[in-house]
């Protein structure tokens, strides 16, 4: 089955950059569009940053855009999230997920990603 593991996750000061990992498990991982989302305290689960399965395009939110990046290796089945001048408003806990199907667009719905990692905590202070 698949497994999605995020790791990287932390206390930083505003201003400052922390980079979050996802290491994949239980198929192909190089076949398959990926995601990073975050859920703040009291609020809806929001969209950061997609990226497809080649990794040759990303989709980012506005709220990120700019500041943050998202890559892959497919060698190492594995997605990450680098984020640069880190704000207050962007403390909440970061998930990684995987589109279900092989080779298909991005997307900025939870709802078409069928696969979850159980998420890190990322925690900006001012």
């Known amino acids: 089955q698949v497994q999605l593991v995020e790791s990287g996750g932390g206390l930083v000061q505003a201003g400052g950059s922390l980079r979050i990992s996802c290491v994949a498990s239980?198929?192909?991982?190089?076949?398959?569009?990926m995601g990073w989302f975050r859920q703040a305290p009291g609020k809806e689960r929001e969209f950061v940053a997609a990226?497809?399965?080649?990794?040759?395009?990303?989709d980012y939110a506005d709220s990120v855009k700019g500041r943050f990046t998202i890559s892959r290796d497919n060698a190492k089945n594995t997605v990450y999230l680098q984020m640069n001048i880190l704000k207050p408003e962007d403390t909440a806990v970061y998930s990684c997920a995987q589109r279900s199907g092989a080779f298909t667009r991005m997307g900025r719905s939870a709802s078409e990603y069928n696969y979850w990692g159980q998420g890190t905590q990322v925690t900006v202070s001012s």
């Open positions: 239980g198929r192909t991982f190089s076949w398959y569009t």
């Open positions: 990226i497809t399965w080649s990794g040759g395009s990303t």
